[in-house]
Structure formats: structure tokens, C-alpha cells
């Protein structure tokens, strides 16, 4: 039986949530039945990481996201592997397939929905339909971020398979010796209570609102230090804040961190103030190395965090109770423990890489057994 040729085509390979998803899922997928390749609108660092697990791949180098320029060239290149699936990742890459199957006769079309999206953006909406026309499958990483596209899409509930994402539990586990050298390295006091946030520095994963938890945290002389992992448009009001002082001896700003593992490890809390997410991976792995989790109750964070039982949950955009749940978990270690026990537990019996993968798998299976449009 011959194997299934796949294309992954996404917007860009730069190393976010979406990005490194479809690096795990590509790696992963069973290559005695499938024949995979990435295709990407732009290039970035996970272009690399494909290419040294031995997965094809192709950047398009678009100069803009509506460069149609481009079209043509991906449909030829579509025509020339002889691809049976395309699986699209994020709006321009799905926008972009959508139209380069028609030009490619590509038997079966699939999109994921990374995330619930927050921002006035009515034209992605306006766009589902005819997105949704020519595809055999919505994928969504989570519940709510389902019910999120189909109430601003009004597709119905058929076109939509969920498959949470997932985590390789065991790369995240905890490494005694590098929170040791990085606590040393930060100069973190010993007995200081340490939160980590780790992921791109905008406005939506709500980088103003843990400012201001260190700053109300910081004038009350709390023993709470942050490390914040990751870069992006709002990087010049984390080093303003750091220095002006304004809890600038408990805050460090750490950049793009390739070593995730090695952050967790050191920290004893994960934070993440979203106005909203997905699936939120960068939770995911910090719950996978046993730790307890503040997380806003948004769209995406409370498919993955119970409150309660594997962190806590608060309202977003609000400061001061971020940092009232930074103090009560700084002030218990019984609870910080009892929460990092539940938050792993949580995320190897549900949320294992491997099923991810097998989903997948079912999936595109199922479309190859079909005709295209049913």
C-alpha cells in the first residue's frame, strides 16, 4: 500500500505555540504510512529543526501576507509531489491552501484552529465559509476554541473534529542540576519563591497585567522573584520596568530561551495572564514538569488548568489578583506541591503527545478512504 502524501503548509516557522505543534506533529506521524513535507508562506528557526528530523521542507518567502505573487508556486508544487492531503496551519496559510488545492486538484483538504481568537478580526470569519467549502475537516485544539469559531462562523458542528494537542511529558520533566545552576545564575535567594511566564511578548498574553502584579507584589516586599522567558513587541516595556526598579531586583527578563526545560525546572510557579488562547502549550509544558499554574479564566487556559485541582484560575486583566494568587502560592509549599502533583498527573493521562498523533493519524486515514467533498 502505498503511503500518504501530506503536505503541512503554516504561515510562518518562527518557534511559537502553532510552529512548534506542527514540528511535533510532523516528526511524530508514522512514516511507513505517511510521506510528509512542510511548506511554509515565511521562513524562521523551525525550518531547521524539520530539516535535522529528516522532514522536507519548502519556504515560499513570501515579502507580505497577501504576497498572491506566490500562489501559483505553491500550487505547482502541490501538482509536482503529487500531494493527497494538505493540512493548513493559521488564517493566511489556510486562506493561501484554500485556493492552491483548486489549482492543484488536491484530493482532501484539512485546516486546524490554533486559537480563540480575541481581536476585532471580522474578515477571518467572513472568509470561514468559503474556507470551509472546499475542506473536509476543521480541526480545533480545544473545546472552547470549537464553540469560539463556530459562534462568530456559524458553521455547523459537523465540519469540526477536536483533537486537544499535546505534550512528550517526559521532555519536560524536571532536571535537578539546572535549577541549581540557573537559580545560581539569577541569583535567586534560597528559599525564594520563583514564577516563570515563558512565551511571546504581546499584548494579548497579557504582559501589562504581570508588570503590574510584580509592581503591587514589589511594594509590599513580597519574596516572590519572575523570570521572563521570550520576546516580541512589548520587550521595551519589560526592560523599562526592569529598570526603573519598579520590582526591578525581583524581575528578570531572560529573552528567547531555547532551553524551556531548563526555565521550568528552576521556577516553582507557572504564570500565564492570556486574554485568551488555544491550547495553551506553554502551560502545558510547565504542568508536565509538575508545576502549579495562575492562569486567566479564558478560552483555551480552562480547557487545560482546573482550578483548584492543577492551578488557579483568575479573572483577566486584572493585576491585583494575579498577584494575590502569586502571594497565597508563594506563601504554601503544600499547595504549590499538592497543585504541581495534580497539574502532571492532569497532563499524562489526558493530554499525551501520542494521542495527539494517533488522532491525527485516524484522521487523515479516514479522508484517505473517502472521496474528495464527502
Known sequence: MSRLRIAQLITSLRPAGAERGLYELSRRLNRDRFDVQVVALQGGPVAQWLEDAGIGVTVLGVRGKWDVLKLPRLGELLRRERIDLLHTHLFHADLAGRLATELASVRHLVHTVWTAEGRFRPWQFAFARFLAEGCDRIVCVSESVRAHHGARSGLPERCYTVIPWGIDTEAFSRDGASRRQLRKKWQVPRGRV????????????????????????GGRGEAIDL??????????????????????????WLGHVDDVRGVLSAADVFVMPSFWE???????????????????DVPGIR????????????????PVALAEALRRLADDRDLRQRLGRGARKRLVERFSIDVTVAAHEALYDDLARQPHGT
Open 194 to 217: 520563583l514564577a516563570a511566564f515563558v512565551g511571546r511578548l504581546e499584548s494579548y498574553k497579557g504582559i501589562q497585567t504581570l508588570l503590574g502584579a510584580m509592581s503591587h507584589l
Open 278 to 296: 488555544g491550547w495553551p502549550l506553554a502551560m502545558g509544558e510547565a504542568m508536565s514538569a509538575a508545576l502549579p499554574a495562575v492562569g486567566t
Open 227 to 252: 523570570v521572563i522567558a521570550g520576546d516580541g513587541p512589548l520587550r521595551p516595556a519589560v526592560e523599562t520596568f526592569i529598570a526603573h526598579g519598579e520590582g526591578g531586583a525581583q524581575t528578570r
Open 303 to 318: 480547557d487545560l488548568l482546573v482550578d483548584g485541582q492543577t492551578g488557579l484560575l483568575i479573572a483577566p486583566r486584572d
